[in-house]
């Protein structure tokens, strides 16, 4: 019944970006704030509805050239949003199974995580769609 966050970097006041389940429409979820100011825009990618009980492989991509949001979920491509604002970095912690929002922890994931990791560059399509433990990285510049 509560949004449950798996992955997210913290910024001073917001998430740079967050990787979620939306209990409001029960699907997976990729977004991430405007700016790290009060009042920052949130956008968005939903995704695909979420099965309990199953693991359930996740990748969400920030690509900055095409200004969009991709949100992959067991190797399929199923929600894209443009993110048309200005790309800024947020140099908190990355957060395991919570986010930090207004200097408190909360949505905790109830559910186990693992095998996370966080690339520097929008992995290609392929890598991203890959299912596989180890996705090959065609690129990182």
């Known amino acids: 019944t509560e949004n449950g966050t ?7 006041t917001n998430n740079g970006f967050q990787l979620y389940y ?11 704030h405007s700016t790290d100011a009060t009042g920052a825009v949130w956008r968005a990618a939903y995704g695909s509805k ?25 190797g399929k491509l199923t929600a894209t949003r443009d ?3 200005t790309p800024w970095n ?28 966080l690339y520097p560059t929008a992995l290609p399509p392929a890598d991203a769609a890959a299912q596989g433990d180890n996705p090959k990285v065609a690129q990182l510049d």
């Open 50 to 74: 979420a099965t309990t009980g199953r693991w359930t492989h996740l990748v969400g991509v920030y690509d900055a050239t095409a200004k969009e949001l991709r949100l992959y979920v067991n």
């Open 90 to 117: 947020a140099t908190g912690p990355v957060q395991i199974g919570r986010k930090l929002s207004s200097g408190a922890y909360g949505e905790y994931a109830d559910a186990a995580v693992s095998n996370v990791r």
């Open 22 to 32: 939306s209990s409001g429409s029960q699907v997976w979820a990729f977004g991430r």
């Open 6 to 12: 798996f992955l997210s970097q913290n910024g001073t």
């Open 83 to 85: 993110w048309t604002y």
